[in-house]
């Protein structure tokens, strides 16, 4: 089945600086990558779309200029994390829409991200 | 705006019990309908979708929805649920934008706990 991995899966980062986290599909092309983001106990939000040689649609009330996301492969998308703040410790999670994959959305293990 | 409503949060049932959740849309136009579900420590794993056809669908490990259009519901069935179910299942929704991939909106979840 199709696959997708997510590097790191666990970070610790310091306020202030930057984190970048990959998506990649392993054993197949992603023409959209989505990325979520999901609180402790709470379920999924969706954050943008990332689009392999365009730029990222962001939800409403996603800072596009915090979450910086480049898709600039149909197996690789990045979300960058700038200025990291305590309150965006959260868990990010990547998917992918597989050309051809029946509509059907892969998700990543996702990454936890923590910022002290 | 869309949302997803899922009724039960938390579920606790014994094995061979059977299960219903219930999942409700915010509003019509043409959907594509998931259940996805996350056992503790591991990634989203499609239990099934809807397209199109027929509003019964079967899915992996004996669960089944079906799809009620004039309810705008899509509840996850299983009639004898077993130790191994305890996990997350959330429901999931994306409209049909004409374009390509959409993003999924995801109801909050339903914690299941099997007890033996």
């Known amino acids: 089945g199709a696959v997708v991995s997510q590097h790191p899966s666990r970070v610790i980062c310091k306020s202030g600086t930057s984190v970048k986290i990959e998506c990649r599909s392993l054993?197949?092309?992603?023409?959209?990558m989505f990325w979520y983001r999901q609180f402790p106990k709470q379920s999924l939000m969706l954050m943008a779309t990332?689009?392999?040689?365009?730029?990222?649609?962001?939800e409403q009330g996603v800072e596009k200029d915090k979450f910086l996301i480049n898709h600039a492969s149909l197996t690789l998308s990045t979300l960058t994390v700038t200025s990291a703040h305590p309150e965006d410790s959260s868990f990010y999670i990547c998917?992918?829409?597989?050309?051809?994959?029946?509509?059907?959305?892969?998700f990543g293990p996702g990454t936890r991200l923590t910022v002290t | 705006a869309q949302s997803v409503s899922q009724h039960n949060h938390h579920v606790i049932l014994s094995e061979a019990a059977s299960l219903e959740l219930g999942c409700n849309y915010s509003?019509?136009?043409?959907?594509?309908l998931f259940w996805y579900v996350q056992y503790p420590g591991q990634h989203l794993q499609l239990l099934l979708k809807?397209?199109?056809?027929?509003?019964l669908v079967k899915g992996i490990k004996g669960f089944e929805a079906e799809f009620i259009k004039s309810k705008f519901s899509f509840n996850l069935r299983k009639p004898s649920v077993q130790w191994s179910d305890t996990a997350e299942y959330f429901c999931?929704?994306?409209?049909?934008?004409?374009?390509?991939?959409?993003?999924?909106?995801f109801g909050k979840g339903t914690h299941l706990i099997i007890q033996p």
């Open positions: 990332s689009n392999e040689g365009s730029k990222a649609t962001y």
């Open positions: 998917s992918a829409f597989a050309l051809g994959g029946g509509y059907e959305q892969y």
């Open positions: 999931a929704v994306t409209w049909y934008s004409g374009g390509g991939a959409d993003g999924l909106t």
């Open positions: 809807y397209f199109s056809g027929d509003p």
């Open positions: 054993d197949f092309q992603a023409t959209t």
């Open positions: 509003y019509g136009g043409t959907v594509n």
